[in-house]
């Protein structure tokens, strides 16, 4: 947290290099959230690209008040929600190359992790955008329910509340469809 806060002293004096800490340490998070919400690489990758520079831009604005990380996400996740609102971004399915895995276990263990992890983003495309960005802000990105209450500008028990039906919705979706998941509807 002190390390940030000095990285970002630095950008505002003028030395953007220091700018390039900020990127390696979000960059990879960062990436998986917006690659969840788009299901497209190329888009995760160019809206990450985006949201950096009007981070970067942005960055006078953050007070230092709260976590940086939160105060990121916040401008990251609103300028995506700004462009698939322009674009009326239709949600893409992502199609994972063998090549992409680079696992070195045997190969019947990547493919049931391949299999789980399919089946997972499928039950999370059951989920209402907001849900599922709740769920992913939680879960992937393990931010407090307080953190996501500020970037998706929601009060702290519709955070709470909305998590707690997202859940409901994927045990009783796994309930239904069986498989892997059958975990989840045990209340797991």
């Known amino acids: 947290m002190e390390e ?13 290099k220091a700018y390039a800490h900020i990127i390696n340490k979000y960059k990879n998070p960062l990436f998986a959230t ?3 919400m788009t299901r497209n690489p190329q888009d995760a990758q160019d809206l990450v690209q985006e949201a ?3 981070v970067y831009h942005q960055l006078n ?4 008040n709260g976590p940086f990380s939160s105060w990121m996400y916040r401008v990251a996740i609103n300028h995506c929600m700004d ?3 322009k674009k009326r971004y239709k949600m893409k399915q ?3 190359d063998d090549d992409m895995v680079q696992d070195h276990h045997h190969p019947e263990v990547i493919f049931l992790k391949k299999e789980k992890n399919r089946l997972l983003e499928k039950l ?14 939680r879960y992937v990105n393990e931010l407090s329910y307080s953190e996501i209450s500020g970037i998706i500008d929601l009060p702290l028990s519709d955070v709470r509340n ?7 919705k994927l045990r009783n979706t796994a309930e239904r469809e069986g498989g892997y998941f059958h975990e989840l509807s045990n209340g797991r």
């Open 4 to 16: 940030e806060r000095q990285w970002i002293l630095e950008v505002l004096a003028g030395n953007k």
């Open 61 to 64: 604005k953050y007070s230092g």
């Open 94 to 96: 992502v199609q994972v």
């Open 162 to 168: 909305k998590l707690h039906r997202a859940k409901k």
């Open 52 to 54: 950096f520079i009007k």
């Open 83 to 85: 462009e698939f609102r």
């Open 124 to 137: 999370l495309l059951t989920l209402p955008e907001e849900e599922r960005m709740i769920l992913l802000l």
């Open 34 to 36: 917006i690659l969840r």
